[in-house]
């Protein structure tokens, strides 16, 4: 069987993350299609990944998945530009399943503007895609069963891991992993500056800090990291990592005390409900 053709529509930040890892994966860029509305833009995607871009009509009509990568308000643009094609491919598996990678904007109004039983699933990506790193946190629309819910992992897990949810958790999930990345962003960046303001050159400073991220990451990833019995597969425990690094009257309590009297956790707390409600928001705006 020749590989599917995924067609994204929106050649942005996520949808460039998505093209560039599936490249990088090994995917054939051939297989590949981008509409993207800002010309120069369809020529960074050609120049640096080899994808082709074409009009949404012919994107329509040669997709097997059809991948949403619009900002939220221009989902309703994005899909009326394809429904008329749709509508005339044949329904099943002749019609492309959608994969909808949209903050926010629930499958009810995806389906709402394109032919009837179109398979929609909801993802949340995030960035670090582009690098095989992904997290994508996935929920089936009304009409998307096991067949498309299965094929859309299939083709994330190119990129990275994957995850099933109800959809009613989608916004949270924006909250945590869709928007995450920065978070950790801000966090070296403000290392970063920390160790600048204290005196170290700026490229000591970040490689110190980009490393120990990259460090911490594979520890909070790699079973029996903790120390606990077994690594048997079991999630290591964040509060046991951070244990490890604390010595009795050392630097790191010293720090940790110091981001706990500055409040980090309650502001972490935050950020994530104002992420969530944000989602929410976005969702009841233009879903
Ligand atoms: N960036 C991220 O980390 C993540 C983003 N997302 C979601 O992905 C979606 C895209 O986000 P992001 O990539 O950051 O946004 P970008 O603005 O970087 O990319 C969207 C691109 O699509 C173009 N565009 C707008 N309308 C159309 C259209 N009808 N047809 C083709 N192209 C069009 C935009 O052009 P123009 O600039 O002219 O509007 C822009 O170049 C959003 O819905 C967001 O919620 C999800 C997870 C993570
Ligand atoms: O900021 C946003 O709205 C998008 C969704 C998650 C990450 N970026």
Redesign the pocket.
């Given at each position: 069987m020749s590989t599917p053709t995924v067609a994204v529509?929106?050649?942005?930040?996520?949808?460039?993350?998505l093209l560039g890892g599936l490249v990088a994966a090994g995917r054939a860029p051939g297989s590949l299609l981008?509409?993207?509305?800002?010309a120069a833009?369809a020529v960074e995607l050609t120049d640096r990944h080899g994808i082709v871009a074409v009009g949404?009509p012919e994107a329509a009509r040669r997709a097997d998945v059809l991948v949403?990568?619009?900002?939220?308000g221009?989902?309703p643009?994005?899909l009326d530009?394809v429904r008329d094609v749709l509508a005339g491919r044949a329904p099943g598996q002749d019609r492309p399943a959608v994969i909808?990678?949209?903050?926010?904007?629930p499958t009810a109004a995806i389906e709402a503007r394109l032919p009837a039983d179109t398979a929609v699933v909801r993802v949340?990506?995030?960035?670090p895609m582009l690098v095989g790193r992904a997290m994508c946190v996935l929920s089936p629309g009304a009409a998307a069963g096991e067949t498309e819910l299965a094929a859309a992992e299939e083709l994330l897990s190119a990129v990275g891991r994957t995850v099933r949810v109800p959809e009613s958790q989608q916004d949270l999930a924006?909250a945590l992993s869709?928007?995450g990345?920065?978070y950790v962003f801000l966090l070296a960046e403000a290392m970063i500056d920390a160790g600048v303001a204290l005196g170290l050159p700026r490229p000591v400073a970040t490689e110190l800090v980009t490393t120990t991220v990259e460090g911490a990451g594979g520890l909070l990833t790699t079973p029996g990291s903790d120390g606990r019995e077994g690594a048997d597969g079991t999630v290591p425990h964040p509060g046991l990592l951070r244990e490890a690094v604390t010595s009795p009257g050392g630097t790191t309590a010293a720090a940790l005390g110091s981001l706990e009297a500055d409040g980090v956790r309650a502001a972490l707390a935050r950020a994530v409900t104002a992420a969530r409600d944000r989602s929410v928001a976005?969702g009841r705006q233009y879903g």
């Open positions: 529509l929106g050649g942005g930040k996520i949808g460039e993350a981008v509409v993207e509305a800002v833009r949404a949403v990568a619009v900002k939220p221009d989902v643009a994005a530009e909808s990678l949209a903050a926010g904007i949340m990506p995030n960035t924006t869709g928007s990345p920065a976005l």
